[in-house]
């Protein structure tokens, strides 16, 4: 190996390392995260939903770090209260999302025909309103509620999910491993399964893992206004909507959820943006 080329692996080596580590990193976050949302009650300081007049509107203090609410609840609380609605929700909406775009998607693309002429007109129509508008349309529909939201955030999220899967799987039905298993006697379902998912399944996830901060803000966007998580539901698009009036006065009541926003969805598109250099054969 020349000069050149010893020096061109051993700085791919290093940014190989680099990147494990800051998916290390990374993942230890999201798991943090996610394990304070699964045990939030169990973290929680304080009763998120106790209410204590005498302690309104206090300024963040030894008592309670983040200060109280209008009501006397302590902050802090009512932010780890709010994790298990704002990121379980969101991580299974994508969840949801990914996996039936995703199947819609590896069904057009290998059937073809009318089912995938019907399913992508249907996809085409969803893409054709501005993506929070129609969600706002459908929450609106439906009523109040972290369900209802998510579902309107389904509706509109899953084609791009659809037409990934679908163009990869027209890509791929022209392999000639397919050609191979189809004729070693492979079942349609086996090769969609067996052979076709495992190979697109990279950019999938990679969009799934970029899709959490998205989905995130817009859970939070729709309670924000009054069509997601209801009071005292603690939710922290809810709770930025609830202190909002008083910004400049009180700035702890909606700095302290916007807080948690912002550095839950950091987390996870930093994560996401790592889980894409890493997949990426070209690293």
């Known amino acids: 190996m020349s000069r050149v080329g010893a020096k061109r692996a051993r700085v791919q080596g290093m940014k190989k390392d680099y990147l494990k580590i800051r998916l290390f990193l990374f993942s230890a976050l999201a798991v943090l995260l996610i394990l304070g949302a699964l045990f939030s009650e169990q973290i929680c300081p304080c009763d998120p939903y106790g209410q204590d007049l005498a302690k309104a509107l206090q300024a963040p203090n030894p008592g309670h770090l983040m200060g109280t609410d209008a009501y006397g609840r302590d902050m802090l609380s009512r932010v780890i209260a709010g994790s298990k609605v704002s990121i379980l929700s969101t991580l299974s909406l994508v969840a949801f999302i990914a996996v039936f775009g995703t199947a819609a998607g590896v069904f057009c693309g290998y059937v073809e025909g009318l089912p995938d002429s019907v399913l992508m007109r249907i996809s085409d129509l969803c893409l054709a309103f501005p993506g929070l508008v129609f969600a706002l349309a459908v929450a609106a529909i439906l009523g109040g509620g972290v369900l209802n939201a998510a579902i309107a955030l389904a509706a509109i999220s899953w084609p791009k999910y659809a037409r990934l899967a679908r163009s990869r799987t027209l890509e791929m039905k022209g392999r000639s491993f397919i050609e191979a298993a189809f004729l070693s006697g492979d079942t349609d379902l086996q090769l969609m399964t067996r052979h076709i998912l495992p190979n697109i399944a990279g950019p999938i996830l990679v969009t799934a ?75």
């Open 209 to 283: 893992m970029l899709d959490i901060g998205t989905m995130m803000m817009e859970l939070a966007g729709l309670s924000f206004l009054g069509l997601g998580a209801q009071p005292p539901t603690a939710e922290w698009g809810s709770m930025m909507s609830s202190g909002r009036s008083m910004l400049q006065t009180y700035p702890w009541v909606v700095l302290s959820p916007g807080l948690a926003v912002f550095a839950t969805v950091a987390v996870f598109n930093l994560l996401g943006d790592t889980v894409r250099d890493y997949l990426d054969p070209g690293q």
